[in-house]
C-alpha cells in the first residue's frame, strides 16, 4: 500500500523553527517529486514547496521564499520542510504529496496540487505566542 506520513509539526512561537518530515511507505520516494502544500482553517489550500525527483530543482511560494527549504533524502526515503522564521500567518495543516514518477518532474517540479497523485494525511503546524 502507498502511503505518505508527514511529521514535525507542533506549537512553536513566532520567529521559531520547525523541521516537517515526509516518509513513504511502499514506494520509494527517489522517482518521485515531492511537494508540500498547506490549508489553513477557512481557507482553500495553498502550494508551499517542491522538489524535482534528482532533487536539482526546487520551487518555492513566494510567501515562503526566503524562510524555508525542501530538501531529501533517498537513502531514508523522506522528504524534509526546514521551516525558519515562522510567521502566524504560516499556521496550516501541511501535507506532502507525490507525483506519478517515471520521466515526470525529474529535473523540475511545478507548485500545482492536480499534478500529484498520492498525498499524506497531513501534520499540524501552529505558530503562536
Known amino acids: 500500500q502507498l502511503q505518505l506520513v508527514e511529521s514535525g509539526g507542533g506549537l512553536v512561537q513566532p520567529g521559531g523553527s520547525l523541521r516537517l518530515s515526509c516518509a513513504a511507505s511502499?514506494?520509494?520516494?527517489?522517482?518521485?517529486?515531492i511537494a508540500w502544500f498547506r490549508q489553513a482553517p477557512g481557507k482553500e489550500r495553498e502550494e508551499v514547496s517542491c522538489?524535482?525527483?534528482?532533487?536539482?530543482?526546487?520551487n518555492y511560494a513566494d510567501s515562503v521564499k526566503g524562510r524555508f527549504t525542501i530538501s531529501r533524502d533517498n537513502a531514508k526515503n523522506t522528504v524534509y520542510l526546514q521551516m525558519d522564521s515562522l510567521k502566524p500567518e504560516d499556521t496550516a495543516i501541511y501535507y506532502c504529496a507525490a507525483n506519478q514518477g517515471g520521466f515526470h518532474m525529474i529535473n523540475f517540479c511545478v507548485l500545482r496540487a492536480t499534478s500529484y497523485r498520492n498525498w499524506g494525511q497531513g501534520t499540524q503546524v501552529t505558530v503562536s505566542s
Open positions: 522538489i524535482s525527483s534528482s532533487g536539482s530543482s526546487t
Open positions: 511502499g514506494f520509494n520516494l527517489d522517482s518521485r517529486a
